[in-house]
């Protein structure tokens, strides 16, 4: 049987992740915490952990926050988290730290913030950090946001900063997509037509007591126009936010942002929409999976080879060819066989 | 021995290629063409095409030209091929059709001024269109740069409009990159700072007579002054052009242009620069190749298990989940084997 390993070295058997699995089932803190750091850090476990988590996920609703930093995200957050609560619902998050190394101060205050709520029981915050693999951080936060639906959360949010390939490969696994924004970002619409207004089911223009907010609010109007669908379409809304204030209830525009965000999710309920989103997001979850495990391999396979240094002069000297090295790649796919594949 | 299928059904052996590859070595067109057209649409062809091209390659001046659509890119590079042709140097152009359906009328003119060029005996001009599949397109662009170079070109030139993956993939693979942006476009400086200026060894103000030229021009000296590199790091260039002439010696700015290519590969010679760049650009190729066939073993495991939509509906009946799904497919690639990998 595997035995999927955890980072230290110590090894957890199928009996003991059949406990931590229970004790996640249960709510339990510190399994979610624990289950979470085994995603992160071991692929092979990864796989053990998440097709006992997989069964018990599917009923909560996802939202997806994203945006460039600065624009209020976090909190933003915090008081969406907060409207939940006061209806009753439970709410987990899942942030991910943009690697830029610009966003710094302001950022890590709101994330303190943040953390003040998973004081609340009914409340789980997660950071995560961007690191260096490809598709890796992307994949793991799909399986965060998987385990705290496990652990029974109603609403999951993730909050990416929209700019590296793996916040775009994340923000495809949500079921309602906020794009939030600010009078200030709101005129470099170029980037936003190209690819992320795609994605976005309600776009947030937040810091709306700012000047030029008239303006902005104008342009959005016109290119959400621009970009009616067919028939039946959800239409993107725009949502005019004032976030910048501790309480709940002085926040400008959270009301019909709430109901923003519900009207989609009744939209999503009704019709074939939840049914397509789900798929596509079962799609991306195997993409992602498949990515993070191949890039794996294939860093194994140049390591075996003596190195990546070593296989890039062997091509400069004329001892071998891209396509050579790659044969020999895919061809220790099938040498080194099915059940060690990630190891 | 492997026999590599030719599109149509035809199959190429081992004689017979080994009989192309001599035609493209005398510079045969046609080879060249056929050659082209077979790593396009068969990547197990590809293999045994390439392993016998790159022993020929790696002496060509490989420049890159990227920027948005209008920027007239097009035009410079007639001017820039017929330079070269002056200077008695052979030019070799692979020019990448974008996806987006935006860019139609003027670009196809472009294209076909491109081809009358094209009746040069010194000049190959090869357009390749977008495809639908994932890092195939990038991965055939660079083996087509490599036939133009096993052909024999002093210089082969790559178009791309730097908005999708495939197109930054290629750019990767090039000595000196050139991006051309107009007065215009060069307001929208976030985009451009965040990721393509990275890669720009000379930034080319086109259209240098239209109204606000001055003040873009300004704007980019300013972010390439903030963009300095370490000692005896390249600074790159800002080079004004007027290209919309018919008449190569009317070119505004052509001179100083080819003056700063020529700069830039000098210093490439100079040092290690050059040696690092090759390294980068085979590190690059095992990428483009190793994604591109990952890809393609997915789509055909997804096929084999019922196809995609099948895999999908099991996921979300609950009869499997992701990860077992992923590990299914990697275990297939060791039980398709070593010597059907592409199949």
């Known amino acids: ?19 931590l699995i229970e004790k996640l089932l249960a709510g339990e803190r510190r399994a979610v915490a624990r289950l979470i ?20 996920t599917g009923r909560a609703m996802v939202i997806g926050i994203t945006g460039a930093g600065g624009a209020g ?8 988290i907060r409207s939940y609560r006061e209806q009753g619902k439970t709410v987990g998050a899942v942030l991910i730290d943009p690697s830029s190394p610009f966003s710094g101060g302001a950022f890590l205050g709101d994330r303190v913030r943040l953390d003040k709520l998973a004081l609340d029981d009914g409340v789980y915050v997660r950071s995560m950090a961007t690191r260096g693999s490809i598709g890796g951080l992307a994949r793991a936060a799909n399986d965060a946001v998987r385990i705290i639906e496990a652990m029974g959360m109603d609403v999951v949010i993730v909050e990416t900063v929209g700019v590296g390939q793996d916040e775009v490969d994340v923000i495809q696994i949500v079921q309602t997509c906020l794009l939030v924004t600010t009078p200030g970002m709101g005129d470099d619409m170029q980037a936003m037509k190209a690819g992320v207004l795609e994605i976005a089911d309600i776009i947030v223009l937040n810091k709306a007591d700012l000047e030029k907010a008239e303006v902005s609010l104008k342009s959005l ?6 970009a009616t669908g067919h028939d039946g379409a959800w239409q993107p809304r725009l949502i005019s936010t004032i976030a910048a204030t501790p309480k709940v209830h002085d926040v400008v ?20 929409a939840l049914e397509w989103k789900n798929r596509q997001r079962a799609e991306q979850e195997i993409s992602l999976i498949f990515q993070d495990q191949t890039q794996q391999h294939f860093r ?6 003596g190195g990546k240094q070593e296989v890039l002069r062997s091509i400069l000297e004329g001892d071998g060819d891209p ?20 190891s």
């Open 1 to 19: 049987m595997t035995r999927p390993s955890l980072e230290g070295g110590c090894v957890l058997d199928d009996a003991s992740l059949d406990q």
């Open 37 to 56: 750091a085994i995603v992160e850090s071991d692929r092979r476990a990864a796989r053990e952990v998440m097709k006992r988590v997989y069964p018990h």
């Open 73 to 80: 995200k976090s909190t933003l957050i915090g008081h969406i």
């Open 221 to 226: 109007r016109l290119i959400l126009d621009l």
């Open 253 to 272: 525009g959270l009301t019909e942002l709430m109901a923003g965000i519900e009207a989609h999710q009744r939209y999503l309920h009704s019709g074939q």
């Open 300 to 305: 194994d396979a140049l390591d075996r080879a």
């Open 323 to 342: 396509y050579s090295v790659v044969k020999e790649i895919m061809d220790s796919f099938a040498l080194v066989g099915p059940t060690e594949e990630e």
